[in-house]
């Protein structure tokens, strides 16, 4: 993507795995070409985290962000923490509207076709397994747009499950930082579109499970 000095950016960070995803899109651009892309960074990301949003969107464009977007979780403590300290600082500071969606809610768009077609208009789980810590959950629906586009309802969000539980119809969360973070763009270019306000203080990591947890 060419960056210019007229350019009104929207950003998007995804970090609920052990990779980053970043985006840019340049809201005065006609076609909405999304410009992303996916760091392997594991525990490096506090140490590069300006670094590598930088390589798509240098600092001193970032006054020209009129929005920001984040998957604030499920996922690992330190990564997701980490990106959603950064947007809300960068939405603080350059007073714009910030957009926190669940790592679930950005999967369900892709997954839904894994439902049976007598699933497709009832609501169904999505879950993951936890290595000792238990089943993390949240239940969604889907609702089919014009032009085949998908709008997720999230009508419960992710949280730790009481053990033992039955799901159905349920869906095994996959991760694809790169797909999802492409609908993160998409989820905050509508926001945008509508002039939604997304103020940066009701953006707060899902912590399904305590990081004290592993210490027991």
């Not at 996916?38 to 670094?51: D, K, M, P, Q, Y």
Request: glycine share 6%.
């Amino acid at each position: 993507m060419e960056l210019n000095s007229t350019g009104k950016y929207l950003l998007g960070l995804h970090s609920c795995s052990e990779k980053l995803g970043v985006a840019i899109l340049d809201l005065n651009d006609p076609k909405k070409k999304i410009c992303d892309s996916t760091f392997e960074c594991s525990r490096e990301l506090s140490n590069n985290l300006f670094r590598y949003v930088e390589t798509l969107l240098p600092a001193k464009y970032w006054p020209q962000i009129a929005r920001v977007a984040v998957a604030k979780g499920p996922g690992g403590f330190t990564g997701t923490r980490l990106t959603i300290a950064m947007a809300r600082t960068l939405a603080q500071q350059l007073k714009c509207p910030l957009d926190g969606v669940s790592s679930f809610s950005l999967m369900v768009p892709r997954l839904a076709t894994k439902l049976k077609p007598h699933e497709v208009n009832d609501s169904f789980w999505l879950f993951k397994v936890l290595k000792r810590r238990g089943t993390i959950g949240g239940q969604y629906k889907v609702n089919y747009l014009k032009s085949d586009r998908i709008e997720t309802i999230e009508l419960k969000e992710p949280h730790l499950l009481p053990h033992g539980i039955k799901l159905n119809p349920a869906i095994n969360a996959e991760e694809n930082v790169s797909e999802d973070l492409k609908e993160l763009i998409n989820f905050s270019l509508n926001a945008y579109m509508k002039k939604e306000e997304s103020p940066w203080p009701e953006v707060l990591p899902i912590y399904p499970t305590s990081p004290l947890d592993s210490c027991n």
